[in-house]
Structures are given as structure tokens and as C-alpha cells.
DNA sequence: ATCGCACGC
DNA sequence: GCGTGCGAT
């Protein structure tokens, strides 16, 4: 579209008056969305330049206070804003909109307001109507929405080496910017409330994602406190090890090459040592150089495989998770705040990054030895409470499957029940192996996987893989009906439905080629399992929450990975916290398998797990 | 900016 | 199946 011409009413607010006759007009509407401008992406660090405010469509206005550049010769101060606005900010009756609002909240927070009365979040909105939507920022919903073109941020501040702070913006021009934001997010509410009734998902958004989303605030305000000198000789002493590795891989090479460079690698393996080539890689064509393929060149002669394996091992936790996590430590509360993304996953999970503290080590002894380093405060403990298989157990709701629900009433040892169901022996007399091999083919069901890439997983050849998975649906009927039914749902709705009617289209169900069609069906197959294990915990996560505030316990909740919530408390507290924890996430809904929660205790998080 | 790889559930 | 981040190119 066409950048518009309407009529709008963009204001500067540059008096202390003009602001409180705006409070009661305000007051008198009970509803406003804002939009803060800041020095910095990252809302701990981030001061505020100036704030937007928009009572009525069309009509906004926006009061500038840091900024340095031209215009800033009239502001008010920082301080007046937020007294003034408090009145309105904090009072819980005026309804507060906002795009990602966990953000502008987060920066007022620590600029010492306590934003009350969340109703509405834009970007949560447009994610819970189209998760698939690889993007939910303003411009691009005003273009589908509302058909109407923003002033980017972009061209507001230049882009690249060019670019400046906002701060830097004239004011004039942050009035147009920043209004607009207010004005279209506003606008973008009426729409997007529209949509959620008629998509039935009017529950999923206010009950659930906008009640969660102070949840992940008091989550990421909390951040988790790390031993940084513990970090920094763990790196110290992986250095050694890296630069001893390095030295006798060279010798064993033969040459001194990037070790980090796959592309150096593989020719050091595959043309100088000419080792066999297992298999190239997706996009380029070149010689795969990754864990599966060094795995079967180990017992090739070459000692490279083996130690390269050792090396990359070793330098992912150097790079990613020792020297990445101090400097991410905050100046100010010494502790690592990590953001929780509510609007990123297609199936409904939340992910984490900078730092993502959702994918820390734990399969290998040196890599859980950095959950060592993440500490609870003197006098406090951790208490970790995962979910026990909350993916099959979900899936056994689903499928209704009779045998399956039977294991998980007993309380059985699903791994080896279903080892023995398909090798056809009893459960005593299943070996690790044979539970090994079980276990995949659980996650496989799970994951919709097919007999290739089961055979592949596992080692084993096609046809062994086949009889497996034959052998599968034949002792467990419920789960083929399961896979067709999801099938078949997505063929004829053209999407797919968690318990809580999370809804994820996909469109490629009916795809003429084979391949992306097969693809749609995994999606199809997985995303009520992954999606509805998520639903619940959130569900947990907000239940939690209102008891330690209404109990006023002192304990907080740190951390969510996925089945896995990690929570700060004093010890005077432990006993309680882990009651109302169990509780809360072994009742949070009635499947028609029970929900079972293991909870851990210790000094770090290693020892809490 | 993209790729390969590796970490989690 | 679902993510994020590092180092190389």
C-alpha cells in the first residue's frame, strides 16, 4: 500500500500541564496503548528516551526525555514524566496495550514504575491467531492488517555503520515515529480482537499467553546469579586441554589446519588422509564433517576422528557456554537475565536467548559440570521440578492408547515395557541396549519419524527399523489411529489443534511432492504432543505464580526448559515451595493418564536436577 | 547473510 | 519434531 495521508493528530507534550490534563482524559477512558523509546535493545540496560501515549485512534502524543539531538531543548524531565504518568501506568483499571509490552514494561520497571492492568499485547496476538508467521513486528501487521504503511525504525535511525541511538533522533521526528506506533497498535487491537473470537482462540490468548507474559517478566527481571570464577577457570582449564588436542591432532594430520573450519576438515580427512567419505552435507555439497559421520570413521586408523570429536566437544563449551555466559553477566544485579520468547515457535513452546539458557549441557559429564556454575543465592537453594515423560503421557491422552495408559497408571517403566512389547521378551529380561533402541522409537513416534530416519538414528539397517515400527503400531493400535487421525484433520480443517486450541496451519498437507507432504505430516503428528506438553506447563507456570504472591512466599521462579521449572528459594521455604509445585503441575489438568513430577534440591543447579 | 555444526527438550 | 548460538566463509 501506499504510505496514507489520513488525518492524524500526532502531538509533542512538552509541559508538565499538558500531561496531567492528559491523565484525566485518560482516566476517563480506561483504556491506552503505549510505546516507550529506549537507548538499547536489551530492557535492563535500556534508558528511556521518550514514551508515546494513545487514548483514541488517530489521536496520540508523544513525550520526549532523553533525547540529545535537535528539539531536545524542550523536554520534560524524566522524573516529571513518571510522576505525572504513574497515575496512570500503575492504576490497574486503565487497560494498557501495547506491541511486545513485556519489553516497555520491563524498561519502566527498572526506571521504577510498576505497570499494572496488561490487556493486550499486538505481537501476542497476531502469534496465537498465525504461529507460522515467521515475523509478528508492527510493520508487518499493519500491512496485513490494516493495510497501512509505518515509518520504519530503520529510517528513523539509518541502518548499519550509519546508525544512530534514538536518543540521537529529532524530536520531531521520534513524535511521527513513535505516535505512530501507539496509533496503529491501538488500531491493530480492535482488528486482532476480531479475529481471535472468530477463531475461537479468544481463551488461549487472555487465559493463558496474556497471563503468562507477567510470568516470564518477574522471570527475566530475577535472572539467575552464576559463579563467574568458577566459569572462568573451567575456561582457563578447557584452553589447556583445547591447545594440547590441537597439537596432536596437527601431529596425527600430518599439517597444521583450522580445526573449527568444516571445510578445512574435511579435506584434511577425507583428501590428505583420504579416510572414506560417509556422506556430503545438505546445501553445498561438501564432505560432511559432522558427529555422526566422525563417529564411523573412529575405527578407520586415524586417531584425527577421535580427537577432533573430543576438540569440538570441548571449544562448544568454551565458546558458547563459559565465555559467552560471563559477558552476558548484568553490572547492575550481577546476575544473567535471559529473554523468554513468547511468539517464536510454531507449536507453542517458549524459546530463550541471549543468553538461551534453555539448551545448558547435561548428557556429558564435562558439559553438566557448567550447571555447576549456576548458583542460588547464600541461605537459598534451587528446587528443580521437571515433568516425567510429559510428551508420551500426552500422547497416551491423545491416542487413547490402552496399553500405554496402562504403563503410565502403573507407573511402569515405559522404555522398557515398550522393549519388551516389540523384541517379544519379558521385561526383566530386557537389556540396556534393547531399552536403548525402545527409547528412540518412543521419541521417533513422537516426533511423527518415519523408518529411515529411525534406521538412521539408531544404526540399524531399513528393514530391522521396518519390523520395528510394524511391531509398534501392531502392540500399540491406538497410535496408528493417532497419526491418521491428526492426518486426516490437517487434510480437511488444514490445520492441527493442541488441547487448549492452539491452532498451527499447515498448508503443504496436500503438497504434490512427496517429500514436503511427508514433512507436513511430522508437523501434523508432533505439534499436538509438543504443543499441548506447552500449553500445560504454562498453565502450571501461571498457577504457580498466583500462589507464591497470594501465599507471599519469597521463592522465585528462574527458569522454564521446556518440562523443567528452577526456582530460587530460602531453605526456611523449600518444603513448602516444592508441595505447592507438585501440586500445582501434577494437577494443573485431568489427562487420562496421571502427570507425574520429579522434584531435585541443591546448592547448584547441577545438584538440583 | 548463510552454512555447518552442536547443545537442549 | 521444536529451538539458539558459535565460528567460518
Same mark, same amino acid.
Given at each position: ?359 545448558? #549441557?547435561?548428557?556429558? &559429564?564435562?558439559?553438566? /559440570? %557448567?550447571?555447576? *556454575?549456576?548458583?542460588?543465592?547464600? +541461605?537459598?537453594?534451587? !528446587? =528443580? ?46 537389556? #540396556?541396549?534393547?531399552? &536403548?533402541?525402545?527409547? /528412540? %522409537?518412543?521419541? *521417533?513416534?513422537?516426533?511423527?519419524? +518415519?523408518?529411515?530416519? !529411525? =534406521? ?154
Amino acid at each position: 500500500a501506499e504510505r496514507s495521508h489520513e488525518r492524524v493528530d500526532y502531538r509533542l507534550c512538552s509541559s508538565q500541564d499538558e500531561l496531567r490534563e492528559l491523565v484525566q482524559e485518560i482516566k476517563k477512558k480506561g483504556l491506552i496503548s503505549f510505546d516507550t523509546e529506549t537507548t538499547s535493545q536489551d530492557p535492563l540496560r535500556a534508558k528511556l528516551v521518550g514514551l508515546s501515549l494513545c487514548w483514541e485512534e488517530k489521536k496520540a502524543i508523544y513525550v520526549p526525555v532523553g533525547h540529545t539531538g535537535p528539539g531536545a531543548s524542550t523536554q520534560l524531565e524524566l522524573k516529571d514524566l513518571l510522576d505525572i504518568l504513574s497515575a496512570v501506568l500503575e492504576d490497574k483499571d486503565i487497560k494498557k496495550v501495547g506491541q511486545n509490552i513485556k519489553y516497555d514494561s520491563e524498561v519502566l520497571w527498572n526506571h521504577g514504575v510498576r505497570i499494572r492492568g496488561i490487556h493486550f499485547d499486538t505481537m501476542i496476538a497476531s502469534y496465537v491467531i498465525n504461529p507460522a508467521l515467521r515475523q509478528h513486528n508492527l510493520e508487518v501487521l499493519a500491512q496485513q492488517y490494516l493495510n497501512h504503511k509505518m515509518i520504519t525504525y530503520r529510517e528513523v535511525t539509518g541502518r548499519g555503520k550509519g546508525s544512530i541511538n534514538f536518543s540521537k533522533v529529532a524530536v520531531e521526528k521520534a513524535k511521527d515515529y513513535s505516535c505512530e506506533d501507539a496509533d496503529i497498535t491501538l488500531r491493530l487491537m480492535r482488528v486482532l480482537e476480531a479475529r481471535l473470537k472468530e477463531e475461537g482462540n479468544e481463551a488461549l490468548f487472555y487465559d493463558l499467553e496474556m497471563r503468562l507474559l507477567p510470568v516470564l517478566m518477574d522471570m527475566e527481571l530475577a535472572g539467575i546469579k552464576i559463579d563467574t570464577e568458577f566459569f572462568k577457570r573451567m575456561s582457563n582449564e578447557l584452553n589447556a586441554q583445547l591447545l594440547a588436542l590441537e597439537e596432536e591432532i596437527f601431529k596425527e594430520a600430518g599439517t597444521e589446519f583450522n580445526i573449527n573450519s568444516p571445510q578445512q576438515l574435511g579435506w584434511v580427512l577425507f583428501e590428505k588422509l583420504k579416510l572414506p567419505v560417509q556422506r556430503k552435507t545438505l546445501k553445498t555439497r561438501r564432505y560432511s564433517t559432522d558427529l555422526r559421520t566422525l563417529k564411523k570413521l573412529v575405527s578407520c586408523g586415524s586417531k584425527v576422528p577421535q580427537l577432533v570429536l573430543k576438540y569440538r566437544s570441548l571449544a562448544k563449551i568454551r565458546s558458547t557456554y563459559l565465555d559467552a555466559l560471563v559477558k552476558l553477566v548484568n553490572p547492575k544485579t550481577g546476575r544473567i537475565h535471559t529473554s523468554f520468547n513468547q511468539t517464536v515457535t510454531a507449536t507453542g513452546r517458549l524459546s530463550s536467548s541471549n543468553p538461551n539458557l534453555q539448551n545448558i #549441557p547435561i548428557r556429558t &559429564r564435562e558439559g553438566r /559440570a %557448567i550447571r555447576k *556454575g549456576f548458583v542460588a543465592e547464600e +541461605g537459598c537453594v534451587f !528446587l =528443580s521440578a521437571d515433568y516425567s515423560q510429559i510428551e508420551l503421557r500426552v500422547f497416551a491422552h491423545y491416542s487413547g492408547d490402552k496399553s500405554l495408559i496402562e504403563a503410565f497408571e502403573r507407573g511402569e517403566d515405559i522404555h522398557r515395557r515398550t522393549a519388551a512389547e516389540i523384541m517379544g521378551v519379558n521385561p526383566e529380561d530386557v537389556t #540396556p541396549e534393547m531399552r &536403548r533402541v525402545a527409547k /528412540a %522409537i518412543n521419541f *521417533g513416534i513422537i516426533y511423527g519419524m +518415519g523408518p529411515q530416519k !529411525l =534406521s538412521e538414528e539408531l544404526g540399524i539397517d531399513l528393514s530391522t527399523a521396518k519390523s520395528y515400527i510394524n511391531r509398534y503400531f501392531e502392540r500399540y493400535e491406538g497410535v496408528k489411529k493417532y497419526r491418521e487421525k491428526m492426518i486426516q484433520m490437517a487434510r480437511d480443517k488444514g490445520y492441527v489443534t493442541t488441547l487448549f486450541n492452539r491452532k498451527r496451519h499447515l498448508p503443504e498437507i496436500n503438497h504434490s511432492k512427496h517429500v514436503i507432504r511427508a514433512e507436513a505430516e511430522r508437523m501434523a503428528i508432533n505439534t499436538p504432543i509438543q504443543g499441548t506438553a506447552a500449553d500445560l506447563i504454562k498453565k502450571a507456570m501461571i498457577k504457580i505464580h498466583e500462589t507464591l504472591n497470594r501465599e507471599r512466599l519469597g521463592a522465585e521462579m528462574l527458569l522454564q526448559v521446556h518440562d523443567e521449572l528452577l526456582f530460587e528459594v530460602c531453605k526456611e521455604e523449600v518444603e513448602e515451595l516444592k508441595e505447592i509445585v507438585k501440586r500445582e503441575m501434577e494437577g494443573v489438568y485431568k489427562l487420562r493418564v496421571p502427570l507425574k513430577v520429579d522434584v531435585g534440591i541443591g546448592k547448584n543447579w547441577e545438584e538440583a536436577h
